[in-house]
């Protein structure tokens, strides 16, 4: 029945040109071969799906960070924060995009923020012990100590 259906124009669910591409899945494989570029252009279409997807916000922002656009990586992981303030990951991400620009203050802020809501899992002792020390240095004045991100 499904082939009569597709030949005088019913509807069906396998038809190639219904079908929706799973953009997120396409760039986080594009992020794997290295090409940042085509990721960020496969997030943006995933989020025109779905706006408010946090997973997307901050996948694209990594992959923002990476090619140099650290700007556009920054308001990515702001809309995140806006649409989820504990989101730690936007947080963490976030927070060392503003120690690179020099902006202690708001990098202070969001590893605050980062340390109020920590993720859990294996590497979070890592990250949260990274946000710790750096906070640290932030609040000590120790600028020669470089921070990492």
Do not use: C
Not at 38 to 65: F, G, H, K, W
């Amino acid at each position: 029945m499904a082939f009569w259906d597709r030949l005088f124009g019913g509807r069906s669910d396998s038809a190639p040109s219904r079908q929706r591409l799973d953009y997120l899945n396409e760039a986080l494989v594009l992020e794997r071969q290295g090409d940042y570029d085509a990721a960020v252009t496969s997030y943006r279409l995933a989020l025109r799906e779905r706006p408010d997807d946090l997973r997307i916000l901050q996948n694209m922002a990594i992959a923002l960070s990476k090619i140099g656009r650290i700007e556009e990586a920054i308001r990515s992981y702001k809309k995140a924060v806006d649409i989820d303030p504990t989101a730690s990951g936007a947080h963490y991400g976030l927070a060392f995009l503003l120690v690179k620009r020099g902006d202690v203050t708001g990098a202070t802020k969001h590893l605050e923020a980062f340390l109020a809501h920590p993720p859990g899992g294996d590497d979070a002792d890592r990250f949260i012990g990274h946000a710790r020390a750096t906070l640290d240095q932030l609040r000590g004045g120790d600028a020669a100590a470089p921070v990492a991100g």
